[in-house]
Structure formats: structure tokens, C-alpha cells
């Protein structure tokens, strides 16, 4: 399978952003002092969102987080792989996560 390649890759955290859980939601915000990175402030409200950021640790695949995604969740398999996708994306676009 040609995307077979993204499920593989294993992400960590990146040490220049902090995270903070507040009632339920992430918030990671960036240790930057110029104020045009507080463009960066990434909120996480979904639940799904949380979970996910909560198993990226350096060492899950993908593919490992998206399994246990999908035994925790009751979430379709297709949704869940679009989401992820673009959830990666984000986070890789405000830097709070990169590619180990």
C-alpha cells in the first residue's frame, strides 16, 4: 500500500511547546517570547484529539495509536485514519510535534 509509509512514521512531542489539560481539553501553547508564536496556541477539545495527543510519546506508530484509537472509541475506521491524517498535519504545521 502506497500510505503504508505515514502509518510507520512514530512522532514526538516537540520540547519547546508546553501542554496544559484544563477541564477536559489540551491547551499547548509554545515557550516562544516573541509574540507573533502565540499564533501557535493550539487548543484540543475533542476528546478523540486529547486521547491522541495523550499517546504520542516518541515511540507509537501510527498505526499503534490509531489501533488503540479505535478500541477505546466507537469510531469508523475511515474517519478515524482521515482525521488522523489531518490532525498530524496540524500539529507538524504549529510545530508541536515532529517526526522522531
Not at 489540551?26 to 495523550?54: D, F, G, T
Not at 498505526?63 to 477505546?72: A, D, F, P, V, Y
Not at 485514519?81 to 489531518?86: I, N, Q, S, T
Request: aromatic fraction near 8%; charged fraction near 35%.
Amino acid at each position: 500500500m502506497v500510505t503504508s509509509g505515514f502509518w510507520n512514521r512514530v512522532y514526538r512531542k516537540n520540547s519547546n511547546f508546553i501542554a496544559r489539560e484544563i477541564a477536559g481539553e489540551i491547551i499547548i501553547v509554545p515557550i516562544k517570547r516573541e509574540a507573533q508564536e502565540l499564533s501557535a496556541i493550539y487548543n484540543l477539545s475533542n476528546e478523540v484529539a486529547v486521547r491522541i495527543w495523550k499517546l504520542i510519546n516518541g515511540k507509537r506508530t501510527l498505526s499503534e495509536i490509531k489501533e488503540k484509537i479505535l478500541q477505546e472509541f466507537d469510531v469508523k475506521e475511515q474517519q478515524l485514519k482521515k482525521d488522523l491524517r489531518e490532525f498530524i498535519a496540524d500539529l507538524e504545521k504549529v510545530g508541536a510535534v515532529k517526526k522522531k
